[in-house]
């Protein structure tokens, strides 16, 4: 009995080495490949704002939020991320339409102000991200020869919760979800990686 | 426009290429000259078209776009130092002191942080597929955090047994928490099904990695790279409070399943438990009900919910070490300051 107790002893004592060895030589080898810390962006130069960001987000509200880029806007007045261009003007001329669904791009007089002529005033342009929803119609209707490009689709971190894999990059039918390191800002161009998912 | 090969017909042929229309015509040439300026006019307009930013001078300062930046890395490293807190503390528990009341409040520790407050994510089960993914797409940038969730466990299991399952996985304490009245399942069936957490392990695995080619019949069956764990995950949507309407009913059919059933989820689905069955059997340290005595009464044959205990032993494949066993060994019970052993067996054995 003892002896087979001490050879079933043996067996066991080189197979847990055998495991431990193969476990640090497979997370070494991991290891040299990995990074502090990747997570998910959108790729906006691949994105087609097709509305599967808001519907394939774990989160009840989609992590995804439209981004102004306030040094590429042209604050116009008649903003075509704003307000829906095809819609009923008013009397003034202008569409009483919107654009966003959830009412959440936001817009304010900047500069300085000519209180009788709207039309010669600029606007900011600022998403409420407690109402955004990541659908992208903005982004859509901003795209340039309309607008000058300037909303994109960015993953908010604050929100993300970082799944081991992101349910909206298996969806996503332009691959636009990449893997980027952290700060995880958007990729521009040379930043994207590994694409392919 | 020179026609040097007189035996071949080059005209037409030469009319057939624009360029030929280009050079023989010489309106063409106009046209072509015609249609450079309008593109190029109509990419100024375009141009003009585009507002640049107007210049505000002091009445007004560009904001600069927030990026909120991912959770630091303490944090990243808070979900490594919890699980491996969870581990040391499970191990503990359930082989030191052994105490099912100490695993219970393990568990529920467990599903409040790694369940509801990380919503499931991330998880050694899911941490198949990213390694997977690392080993067979170079550029795939896996982090330190996902390696240590899927090597640490494995480690742990080695020297304690399957204590991560009994009280550091979520998705196991969930349904260790839901367990009320355990129904035996015929041996045979178990022994069976205990292979499908292989098969979902393999198929895991190659969907990770590669993908799905297939030709059936002349139809072609592709379907990219998924993750298929994290797919159909059935307890991680109850953690998130949201979900697919189909993914929400199969995790009440796990939770409502699990009342009656032990671990069903882990027993016969989870690939992770699969490998840490294969690690168990040789782990330095594991369940031993009653080390130096024994008698053969078969308590905690009975009180195992997950048939693991064989021939009056802890299976060490199957053990998940949630500690149920100690509570209803009469040797246990006397260590513990109730009656004595003797005792208890004999009001057993009284009609």
């Not at chain 1, 997370?27 to 394939?56: H, I």
């Not at chain 2, 392990?201 to 019949?217: I, Q, R, S």
Request: net charge positive; hydrophobic share 40%.
């Amino acid at each position: 009995m003892t002896d087979h107790s001490t050879r079933r002893q043996f067996i066991d004592r080189s197979c847990r080495v055998l495991g431990l060895a193969a476990i640090g030589t497979a997370a070494g080898l991991l290891a040299k490949r990995a990074s502090a810390a990747a997570v998910y962006q959108v790729d906006p130069t691949k994105c087609t704002s097709c509305d599967l960001c808001r519907t394939s987000c774990v989160l009840s509200l989609s992590a995804v939020k439209a981004v102004n880029d306030f040094e590429k806007c042209g604050y116009c007045m008649l903003c075509p991320a704003f307000m829906d261009v095809t819609s009923m003007p008013d009397e003034r001329g202008i569409p009483t339409g919107r654009v966003c669904p959830q009412d959440a791009l936001k817009r304010r007089v900047v500069g300085d102000v000519d209180p009788d002529d709207p039309n010669n005033n600029y606007y900011e342009y600022v998403v409420d991200e407690s109402r955004c929803d990541g659908c992208g119609k903005c982004v859509k209707a901003c795209l340039p020869p309309a607008g000058n490009g300037s909303l994109r689709l960015e993953i908010r971190y604050d929100r993300c919760v970082e799944c081991n894999e992101c349910n909206i990059r298996i969806v996503c039918p332009d691959s636009a979800i990449v893997r980027v390191e952290v700060p995880g800002l958007a990729p521009t161009g040379h930043g994207a990686v590994s694409d392919e998912l | 426009m020179s026609c040097r090969a007189p035996h071949r017909p080059c005209g037409p042929r030469d009319a057939r290429s624009l360029l030929g229309l280009v050079r023989r015509w010489p309106l063409g040439r106009i046209g072509l000259l015609l249609y450079v300026v309008v593109v190029l006019a109509s990419n100024v307009l375009i141009a003009q078209w585009q507002k640049a930013p107007p210049d505000f001078g002091e009445s007004y300062t560009f904001p600069t776009p927030t990026h909120p930046e991912p959770r630091a890395t303490w944090v990243r490293g808070l979900d490594v130092a919890m699980l491996v807190a969870g581990l040391g503390l499970g191990a503990w528990l359930a082989l030191g002191r052994r105490t099912r009341n100490g695993m219970l409040l393990l568990s529920i520790g467990t599903v409040a942080y790694f369940g509801f407050f990380r919503k499931g994510c991330i998880c050694p089960i899911g941490a198949i597929q990213n390694v997977t993914l690392s080993l067979v797409d170079a550029h795939y940038l896996i982090s330190y955090g996902v390696i240590a969730f899927f090597f640490l466990p494995l480690v742990a299991t080695l020297f304690f047994g399957r204590v991560f399952c009994g009280g550091v996985c979520p998705l196991g304490a969930v349904q260790d928490l839901v367990l009320l009245r355990p129904v035996k399942v015929p041996e045979k069936v178990d022994r069976w099904l205990r292979w499908l957490p292989y098969v979902y392990l393999g198929l895991a695995v190659w969907f990770a990695g590669w993908g799905l080619h297939l030709t059936l019949g002349g139809s072609e069956i592709i379907a990219g790279r998924r993750f298929l764990i994290c797919e159909w995950d059935p307890f991680v949507d109850i953690f998130r409070l949201s979900g697919p309407f189909h993914m929400l009913v199969i995790g009440a059919v796990f939770v409502a399943g699990g009342m009656f059933i032990g671990r069903p989820y882990c027993r016969w689905l989870c690939p992770y438990g699969g490998l840490l069955a294969i690690l168990s059997r040789v782990a330095w340290k594991n369940v031993q009900i009653t080390p130096n005595k024994e008698v053969d009464c078969g308590l905690c044959a009975e009180a195992c919910p997950f048939g693991a205990i064989r021939q009056l032993r802890a299976d060490r494949a199957t053990c998940v070490a949630c500690a149920r066993c100690y509570q209803s060994c009469p040797f246990e019970i006397e260590r513990r300051g109730g009656p004595s052993a003797e005792v208890q067996l004999a009001r057993l054995v009284r009609p």
